[in-house]
């Protein structure tokens, strides 16, 4: 009777997980933050603890792992209104290499060695630290590399491709990259007729001095 009643919890939780990971989004499969990383190990003890004991009421699963559901659901709520909230759960990406110059102080503010870096270089078909313009640690920890040659494809040489308005905020770090001013910005955008900041939801710079442009609630 334990052995039957062991499966069928196993069955009863894998759905339940399974529904748990889809309402929390497909973002939680390809990568995860440290807060969706920390939940989804929470939640695989929980299943764990239960499954290895029968005696536990189901209920006793089922609550925590609501609670932990609906604590990710405000959390990506709250992310998506406030940019700060968003650096501090998620983190924000770091520049490791630029120009071909290894940043060595802000690979040790990241705890990130020169062996992680070389095998992610590596990965990425990269032998040469001189061959990288730039190289971004994501938040996930994954290196994301573009190579000096990428430049000709859509980007001015030396420029990082960021983006210098995201939800129709200005990123000021981004612009000081690539020595222009939020003055700067503003009468550039007025060439083009976008007047307000706060009707764009993603702006960038490509080659040529162009500027990609997406509006908010944008109709195709």
């Not at 189901?58 to 792992?65: A, K, L, Y």
């Not at 759960?89 to 802000?106: A, M, Q």
């Not at 990288?132 to 420029?159: C, M, R, W």
């Given at each position: ?7 069928l ?53 089922f ?17 998506l209104?406030?940019e700060?909230?968003r ?19 802000e ?7 020169f062996?992680?870096l ?85 702006c ?7 500027f ?9």
């Amino acid at each position: 009777m334990e052995y039957s009643t062991m499966i069928l919890r196993t069955l009863v939780l894998y759905f339940v997980i399974i529904l748990v990971f889809r309402i929390m989004g497909k973002r939680e499969i390809g990568q995860l933050s440290v807060l969706d990383f920390v939940i989804s190990i929470m939640i695989a003890e929980l299943a764990v603890m239960s499954i290895e004991d029968p005696s536990t009421p189901m209920i006793s699963t089922f609550i925590p792992i609501s609670v932990l559901v609906i604590i990710q659901l405000i959390m990506a709520l709250i992310s998506l209104k406030s940019e700060k909230i968003r650096e501090i759960v998620d983190g924000k990406p770091t520049v490791l290499i630029e120009k071909g110059k290894i940043d060595e102080y802000e690979m040790k503010k990241q705890r990130y060695n020169f062996d992680d870096l070389l095998v992610q270089l590596r990965e990425n078909n990269i032998s040469s630290v001189s061959d990288v313009e730039f190289a971004i640690l994501e938040p996930t920890g994954k290196l994301s590399v573009i190579k000096k040659d990428q430049n000709e494809e859509g980007y001015p040489d030396s420029h990082l491709p960021l983006p210098l308005i995201l939800d129709g905020k200005i990123q000021g770090e981004h612009l000081e990259r690539i020595d222009k001013t939020e003055f700067w910005l503003r009468q550039e955008l007025r060439k083009v007729g976008q007047r307000s900041i706060k009707d764009i939801s993603f702006c960038s710079l490509h080659k040529n001095g162009n500027f990609f442009i997406d509006l908010k609630n944008e109709k195709k």
